[in-house]
């Protein structure tokens, strides 16, 4: 007998020979969990928990099911087939969530729009997804109707209508999304998306080239909220006001997906006002919220912070961006009762990476902490060979998070997972206990006068200026530095910030060759609706700093 079939003799489980295991897709049907299937299974647990909140209306889980499953019915009798692309170009509202989960539920894949986009790049996204339908809200008609004037007039097959403002008349061709909700079948449409098909298509902010259009699975997304639940310590108890665009991964895949599939509350906002946002935590009672570091520094800085009850608020999130150490510490000392978490990822990630926990905030400050649970990461130098702590590397990761790759795209795809590893862009150093420190983008590490310079680390020494209330660090082109270091602030309110005392400041905490050589003051820093500071409209707008300086003082 040989090894292999002792080992077969011995085993409580028998041969492993192929033809006597279970087809797979014998099983399949049984097994399997898409993003469709997790509304179905919070309704049937909890159907008379709140399931949505939406100004003055309130669905069950029940009825929120329900009107998913009737708008899938009613998208598939207007010719919407599994992995169809649709778009959604809509703020936040109670039709994006349905047609999302209606969407999931047919295996159509969903390309939420940012909002913000113009006529022409949102032609790009519907040209390059395929899309053969697309959902507006009315008060974005204009940038859809010059969208869809660059298309082959029947490109765009579907057109549904959601009226938020109520006062802008409805064109032909545009049919009112409430009408789905009508049909008359609320019964569980079938054939819905394998785990690994595409559900949805992330565009990228485009922040180097064109959008790239990123591939999202069930069974990433699936496994991805695992992550966040058990890392974040979310419960089915929670109560969480979403003001961010739900058109980005992070609002829509941190926090509201992870709610429905627990059974928490949602309370979903029209954006991130400050005292509206406030309101709503005392009116809704919020237990969870989540915010960008720009857009929980605009709550502390609000005349509105002291009038509501924030009692409430037990678990704070924040990434996006990186928390400035001095935010972080003025988060623990006005709101001492919410435990904060710091998620770090990115859209390709589904897109949480690493976690820096409630009890790490302060021993840690500055950190995006460890891998998330189903995530392993290393740092890896410009060979792909992994590199010691202390010393800065690409950060990049193993994990079914990951995307499927790039929509029509396989060169970039091979390019970011080269190695058998995904390729952030992203520059970090480990400790030596395994955190995760983020330098930069590598697009946003300045290269000046042959030295590197991270700008979070200029950024850092800014916030610790009494009267900087927000802060964004650049590099712009330089005749004899190649990229000088510029700071572009904001003042707090009633202060004023003069350019020396700046650089003065800097040089008191930074090398010489960190400290910004230009200093300009705004009223406010470009955002994009994901509060993400626009550093390249910035870099846009001050390029000429420079021009005809080629001093080397």
């Not at 090894?3 to 192929?18: E, N, Y």
């Not at 390059?128 to 697309?134: C, D, K, P, Q, T």
């Not at 795209?409 to 390019?415: F, I, L, M, V």
């Amino acid at each position: 007998m040989t090894d292999t079939a002792a080992r077969q003799a011995d085993s409580p489980t028998g041969p492993t020979d192929p033809a006597e295991t279970v087809p797979p897709a014998l099983s399949a049907p049984a097994r399997g969990q898409t993003l469709g299937d997790l509304l179905r299974r919070s309704a049937a647990r909890s159907p008379g928990r709140t399931a949505l909140v939406w100004g003055e209306r309130r669905d069950t889980f029940a009825q929120l099911d329900d009107a998913v499953n009737r708008t899938a019915h009613a998208l598939r009798e207007r010719g919407v087939e599994r992995g169809d692309r649709v778009a959604l170009l809509s703020r936040n509202c109670r039709s994006f969530v349905v047609l999302y989960f209606a969407l999931a539920r047919l295996g159509a894949i969903s390309v939420p729009i940012n909002f913000m986009l113009g006529g022409e790049e949102i032609g790009y996204i519907l040209r390059h997804s395929g899309a053969s339908g697309l959902v507006i809200e009315d008060a974005l008609a204009e940038g859809a109707e010059a969208a869809l004037a660059g298309l082959e007039p029947d490109a765009v097959r579907l057109r549904g209508w959601i009226t938020l403002d109520g006062a802008i008349p409805r064109p032909s061709g545009w049919e009112p999304v409430e009408v789905w909700e009508e049909h008359p079948d609320g019964t569980e449409p079938g054939d819905g998306p394998a785990e690994d098909d595409p559900v949805q298509l992330m565009y990228t902010s485009g922040t180097e080239s064109r959008p790239k259009g990123v591939m999202l699975s069930s069974r990433g997304l699936i496994a991805q909220y695992a992550s966040v639940m058990v890392d974040g310590g979310m419960t089915g108890d929670d109560v969480e006001a979403h003001a961010l665009p739900l058109y980005h991964c992070a609002q829509l895949h941190c926090f509201l997906t992870p709610d429905i599939a627990l059974g928490a509350t949602s309370v979903v906002l029209g954006g991130p006002d400050p005292e509206t946002l406030l309101r709503t935590v005392e009116r809704e009672r919020v237990t969870k919220l989540f915010c960008p570091p720009t857009v929980w520094v605009a709550l502390l800085r609000s005349p509105a912070f002291e009038r509501y009850d924030l009692s409430s608020l037990r678990k704070g999130y924040y990434g996006a961006s990186v928390m400035p150490v001095e935010v972080l510490r003025e988060l623990a000392e006005r709101l001492p009762n919410v435990r904060l978490t710091n998620f770090y990822g990115q859209t390709e990630m589904s897109p949480l990476a690493t976690v820096l926990g409630p009890e790490e905030q302060s021993s840690r400050a500055g950190s995006a902490g460890r891998p998330a649970l189903n995530v392993e990461t290393r740092l890896v130098d410009e060979e792909g060979v992994p590199v010691p702590p202390g010393v800065v590397g690409e950060i990049t990761h193993r994990s079914p998070h990951a995307m499927l790759g790039y929509w029509r795209d396989p060169e970039r795809t091979a390019e970011v997972f080269s190695g058998g590893w995904f390729h952030s862009g992203d520059l970090g150093v480990l400790d030596e206990d395994g955190y995760l420190y983020v330098v930069d983008r590598k697009k946003d590490m300045i290269k000046t006068g042959g030295e590197n310079v991270a700008s979070r680390e200029v950024e850092e020494a800014l916030y610790l200026h009494p009267a900087v209330a927000e802060a964004a660090v650049i590099g712009i082109p330089h005749p004899y530095w190649i990229e000088a270091v510029t700071a572009v602030v904001v003042p707090r309110a009633g202060a004023e910030v003069r350019a020396e005392e700046v650089r003065a400041h800097c040089a008191e905490r930074l090398a010489g060759f960190k400290v910004p050589k230009y200093v300009t003051v705004l009223e406010a820093l470009p955002k994009n609706p994901s509060g993400k500071i626009l550093k390249r409209s910035l870099r846009e707008e001050f390029a000429h700093l420079s021009a005809g300086n080629d001093d080397p003082a």
